[in-house]
Each structure stands twice: as structure tokens, then as C-alpha cells.
């Protein structure tokens, strides 16, 4: 039940209730005096919509192309699918068993264009349709609702008695968009494919997709890995026939229970060896639960790019090892702890001291950023600077105490001021960010300690003085 117009109507019915005459959009009131007994739930469009998205993803088992067709279809593609099941009317039967198993009802059809598919299936005969290749035939006889037009359009060509498909077809395109508008015809050209409709998958289509479908479910490990290493060499194999590589890939196992579970590996460089590639799935797959037994497995490459042979190092007394040589051990290492803990520090060009280093992929090209004259800078520097208690007898002068960790240092030695600024060019600023002129200072304590200090704000500003800890020397 939804509010609509300022009244409470149906927003879907169960095949009881719709065998004793409710339907969507009827009022509360009329199906109440229909059926007073009937049972009203309130609707959760939100729920809904993520219910259709989980069993979209549901739906990758039969084809990687997938897309939601809100509020209550999906849509997919099967071109070069349909073989894995012995045909389109197989692949059809074999989804409406799965369905029906999940008390989930469906009307199911296959044709040529997306458009003739919903049109069947929304307003076809039966519960599953499959035209032949070419035959669009079955169209002409469907409502003109069919074509997932306007119902103020729709209801005013019943009224001139244009009810099926078929008499659109025999008038003149251009009469019809003078009467109706170009909505009509669009909707009109992509039933019949004349024009391609826009789509938004679930996954991007890939070619560089191997499928595995078994007669009987595995679940043993042994026999997950071999489907692995099988689809790993088939999948490489193509890509080696284009001369490329892919820099992640991903592996999907549908189980009987409805689950899928999908592991991913990302390589530092383009990769097309199969025998890599399981190694780098072997550790993954200990975690994949199959459930009752897994019944189709797929693998994807995913950002694909060229991958041109390489030669060799012949001399074997190069102590430096290439990317080419480092890469295995960098994908290990990717793949246990995660992208995010596999980083190269590398040099960038900025004033701020926090912003000199970035962090880069481990194999990524040497860049260009050097220091001709890098200023004296300490050993280690803190991450973010660390708010410390100074004390200073002018307002230029560096500190003659500070406190950090509980403990007071007393200054000995003190170099500065040197004065940072923030790039003006990075904009917008934080509101947390440091403040944008820092007064840089190098001290050494009573004990030989040596710190990088820094102060903020001017003594006798609107913003108060603030001193801060950035790091230390040797």
C-alpha cells in the first residue's frame, strides 16, 4: 500500500488477491469493499528496490550483463550465453525453476531487442516467451502499453482506436510524431531495433570472461582450485592471442543455495600467466564457503591494457632487480595485506613539509622530483605535527622550554626562524588544516636532543599562538 493523490492505494497484489479483482493502484477503500479480510502491509519502495538490486546480482550466474529495470524487472543480456545451457528455452526453464524454488513468481521472455523483451513479458500470453531470432511478429498483436510509453499517450491512442502495436506499424512514422511526439517513436524504434536504448549494468560488459557450468555442484577444494587454474589458463590464453594483460581480476562462485561469492587479486603489472594467477587465488579460496556445492564459476579481467614481451636480463651479475622481477612478490604482498599497505614513497614537489613525500604504487615509474639543494630536514617527521606547551621571550625569538610526553626539555641551542607558507593555489583550504604560515625552528635540549619546532599565529593577533612538534633529528 502507497499514498497517491492524497489517497492510499495499492502498490502491488499476490495472485490470490488478484484472482478476486484487486490491482495496483486501486484505492484502499474499494479493495477493502472487495475483500474486507484482505491483509495490508505498508510499501518500502527503498526495500524494494534493494531486494531487486541483490537479485540482480543473483542473476550475474546466467549473464555478466545485468541491469536493473526499476520498480520490478531485470533486464540481461545472454548473447553468447545461452549455449552453456543448452539453448534460450533451456536457459529460460532453467531460471524459472530457480525463481519458482525461492517463491519468487516471473514472467520470462528472450528477444532480439531489449524493448521486445519487457513488452513480452509484461504483456505476452504466457509465463515464458522466446521469439525466434528476427521474429518480431509477436509485437503487433501486444498493447500499445507495451511500448513503455506515457499512459496519458497511451490511453489517448485507445481512444482513437489505435489498441495494438500492429496498427502503429502501418501508419506513416512521420504523422505520429506530429500527433503524439517523438516519445512514440522512440519507444516504437527500440522495440523493433531500429534504435539502441541506454543501459546501465550491474558489472561493465567484458569480453575477458571465462565460465565454468557443472552437471553436479563441487565443494571440495581440490576441484575448486583445478576449475581455477583451467579457467586462469583459458582466460590468459586470449588475452595472450591480443598481447594483453589485466591488472585485477575476479573470480565468482554461484552456489545452489542462491549465494555468490566473489574474491579478487590485483597485480602491480599487467598479468596473463596463468599459473601466477591461481597462485594468487590459492590463498583466497580457503575462505569461500560453497554452501550445498557450487554449481557455476566465473572469471573476469578487469582493467585490461597491453602487455608487450619483455627481454630478459642476460647478465645475471645485475644487482638490480627489475619491475618485471619484483612483481610477483609485490602482488603476494598486495593481495595479503591489501593495496592500501603496499606503498613506494616518492618525492613531490611542495613547500609544505608534509606534502614532499606521496605514496605511489610499488612499481609505479621514478619520477622526476628531485632537490638540488634539499634544506636540512630531520630524520623522521611526524605524520601530522603534534600541538606541544612552549615558551618563548619575544615573539621572534624561539622557544627557551617546551613539554612533551610529560617531560620538560630546556633549550640549548636553537637555528631560525625559517618561514613556511601554505601554496595559495590549494584551494579550498581545510578549516582544520595547520595555520597557513608556520615558523619553522631547529633546537637542541640539554641532553643533545634535537627537535623540529614550529610556531603558528603572531602574539597579539586575532588567532592565539600555538607552537608544534613536527620531528626530530639525528
Known amino acids: 500500500m502507497k499514498l ?34 484482505v491483509k495490508i502491509v505498508e ?12 537479485l540482480a546480482d543473483w542473476f550475474q550466474r546466467f549473464s555478466p ?14 548473447d553468447g550465453c545461452a549455449h552453456l545451457w543448452d539453448g534460450e528455452e533451456a536457459l529460460a526453464r532453467a531460471i524459472e525453476q530457480r525463481l519458482t524454488a525461492q517463491d519468487i513468481p516471473a514472467r520470462i521472455s528472450i528477444a532480439d531487442t531489449f524493448g521486445a523483451a519487457w513488452a513480452l513479458a509484461r504483456y505476452g500470453a504466457d509465463d515464458i516467451t522466446v521469439a525466434a531470432r528476427g521474429d518480431l511478429r509477436r509485437l503487433a498483436s501486444l498493447p500499445v502499453a507495451a511500448l513503455r510509453i506515457d499512459e496519458a499517450v497511451a490511453s489517448q491512442l485507445r481512444h482513437l482506436g489505435l489498441k495494438t ?8 512514422r512521420t504523422a505520429l510524431r506530429k500527433r503524439f511526439g517523438a516519445g512514440l517513436l522512440v519507444q516504437l524504434s527500440r522495440a523493433f531495433g531500429e534504435e539502441e536504448g ?52 575476479e573470480v565468482a562462485f554461484h552456489n545452489c543455495d542462491s549465494e555468490t561469492t566473489r574474491r579478487t587479486v590485483r597485480t602491480a603489472l599487467p598479468l596473463r600467466d596463468a599459473k601466477r594467477l591461481a597462485a594468487l587465488f590459492a590463498p583466497k579460496l580457503e575462505s569461500v564457503d560453497p554452501g550445498f556445492g557450487i554449481e557455476i564459476v566465473t572469471l573476469t579481467a578487469l582493467r585490461v591494457q597491453p602487455l608487450t614481451p619483455a ?51 610499488p612499481l609505479a615509474a621514478p619520477t622526476k622530483t628531485t632537490w638540488a639543494q634539499p634544506p636540512p630536514r630531520p630524520v623522521r617527521l611526524f605524520t601530522s605535527p603534534i600541538p606541544i606547551d612552549a615558551l618563548a621571550v619575544a615573539p621572534d625569538d624561539p622557544p627557551f622550554t617546551f613539554r612533551w610526553q610529560g617531560r620538560t626539555h630546556r633549550i640549548r641551542n636553537a637555528e631560525g626562524p625559517e618561514r613556511i607558507a601554505a601554496e595559495w593555489w590549494r584551494k579550498p583550504w581545510s578549516k582544520n588544516e595547520i595555520d597557513r604560515v608556520r615558523d619553522y625552528y631547529q633546537v637542541e635540549d640539554e641532553t643533545g636532543a634535537r627537535f623540529w619546532l614550529f610556531r603558528t599565529g603572531l602574539y597579539g593577533a586575532e588567532r592565539p599562538t600555538r607552537w608544534w612538534l613536527h620531528g626530530l633529528f639525528a
Not at 495472485?15 to 493502484?25: E, K
Not at 582466460?235 to 595472450?240: E, G, I, M, Q, V
Not at 627481454?311 to 603476494?332: E, G, K, M, T, Y
Open 4 to 37: 497517491k493523490d492524497g489517497a492510499q492505494r495499492l502498490a502491488a497484489v499476490d495472485a490470490i488477491v488478484a484472482a478476486a479483482g484487486l490491482t495496483p493502484g486501486q484505492s484502499l477503500s474499494d479493495a477493502l469493499a472487495l475483500w474486507p479480510q
Open 43 to 54: 510499501a518500502d519502495p527503498e526495500e524494494d528496490e534493494r531486494a531487486l538490486t541483490r
Open 65 to 78: 550483463a545485468v541491469a536493473v529495470d526499476a520498480p520490478d524487472g531485470i533486464l540481461m543480456d545472454i
Open 165 to 172: 502495436i500492429g496498427c502503429l506499424t502501418a501508419l506513416p
Open 198 to 249: 541506454a543501459l546501465t549494468f550491474r558489472t561493465p560488459p567484458t569480453p575477458w570472461i571465462e565460465r565454468t557450468v557443472f552437471a553436479e555442484p563441487i565443494n571440495a577444494l581440490d576441484d575448486i582450485a583445478r576449475v581455477i587454474m583451467d579457467l586462469a589458463g583459458r582466460l590468459c590464453a586470449r588475452l595472450d592471442e591480443y598481447g594483453l594483460g589485466a591488472r585485477s581480476f
Open 311 to 361: 627481454q630478459a636480463d642476460l647478465d645475471s651479475s645485475n644487482p638490480h632487480a627489475s619491475a618485471a622481477d619484483l612483481a610477483p612478490f609485490v602482488d603476494r604482498l598486495v593481495n595479503r595485506f591489501g593495496p592500501q599497505s603496499v606503498w613506494r614513497a616518492a618525492l613531490q614537489e611542495s613547500h609544505v613539509p608534509e606534502r614532499t613525500v606521496a605514496r605511489v604504487a
